[in-house]
């Protein structure tokens, strides 16, 4: 069997994760790659793709609160952890296909897959060694510097947790012009000029919290890296390709705080 490789997306809810994953399955199978798409999000009511491996299969948000007598968000937290039990039956579901790539949604509520216990547990048993994860940086919330230093300081979390090698991706770029983009980039490769940006935003407490935790990620990360993508007009998935290529190729230790 071809090698395996996993590839999990994450970010904050409306960032465009489950629309990532259904234009860059399309990129993949347009260039002849084989790919399978994984629901891990127990609660979607909806997704623009039909998965080829759902979690919805084994644990269902209504059936959870039914059950045991639970609330919305009592019933995704013990969702998120029941997940955790069919890890094997999902793997052995996308291995039986033999993909080359597989593209997994995490779900909306970032909180619970990233920051439980069993969100490291399921990147590790599902996708072994052979994984990395894409974290969603919303153009959205990018556009203003105190957004973007917020996102950052969240992508930096999600890399602590999981601990691998991990991509940021500046998603939805369709939503800002050609120079918002390029503002975006260029504070993130200039910590300076995001200090600046800052200073301009804020006033105050939030000015100084904000250029600290500023500092702190450039020492954290003094080489940071934020992919522009839109999965709408499907600029950046050749580029994304390749940087996860090298990523797979072994060269991914420098994205893993």
Not at 72 to 100: F, S, W, Y
Not at 135 to 149: H, I, K, M, Q, T
Not at 214 to 232: G, M, Q
């Amino acid at each position: 069997m071809a090698a395996l490789f996993f590839v999990f997306v994450i970010g904050t809810a409306g960032s465009g994760k489950s629309t990532l994953v259904e234009a860059f399955a399309e990129w993949l199978m347009d260039h002849e790659l084989d790919v399978a798409t994984v629901n891990l999000d127990p609660a979607a009511a909806w997704l623009p793709y039909g998965p080829d491996v759902d979690v919805r299969d084994y644990v269902s948000v209504e059936e959870v609160m039914r059950q045991y007598n639970l609330g919305p968000n009592g019933a995704l937290i013990a969702c998120a952890d029941m997940t955790a039990a069919h890890v094997e039956k999902l793997r052995e579901e996308i291995v039986d296909m033999e993909p080359q790539y597989v593209l997994v949604d995490t779900p909306g509520q970032l909180e619970l897959f990233a920051f439980r216990s069993s969100g490291p547990y399921i990147t590790t048993s599902l996708g072994g060694e052979r994984s990395a994860v894409l974290f969603l940086v919303d153009s959205v919330f990018a556009e203003r510097p105190s957004g973007l230093v917020s996102s950052l300081l969240l992508a930096t979390s999600v890399s602590f947790r999981l601990h691998k090698p991990q991509l940021n991706v500046l998603s939805k770029i369709d939503l800002l012009s050609k120079e918002g983009v390029e503002r975006v980039l260029r504070w993130v490769e200039n910590p300076l000029d995001l200090m600046e940006a800052l200073s301009e935003e804020l006033t105050g407490l939030g000015r100084e919290v904000n250029q600290r935790i500023c500092e702190a990620l450039r020492d954290i990360n003094p080489s940071p890296h934020l992919l522009p993508v839109s999965a709408k007009t499907g600029e950046g998935l050749d580029d994304l390709f390749a940087q996860l290529q090298w990523v797979f190729g072994g060269g991914g230790e420098e994205y893993v705080t």
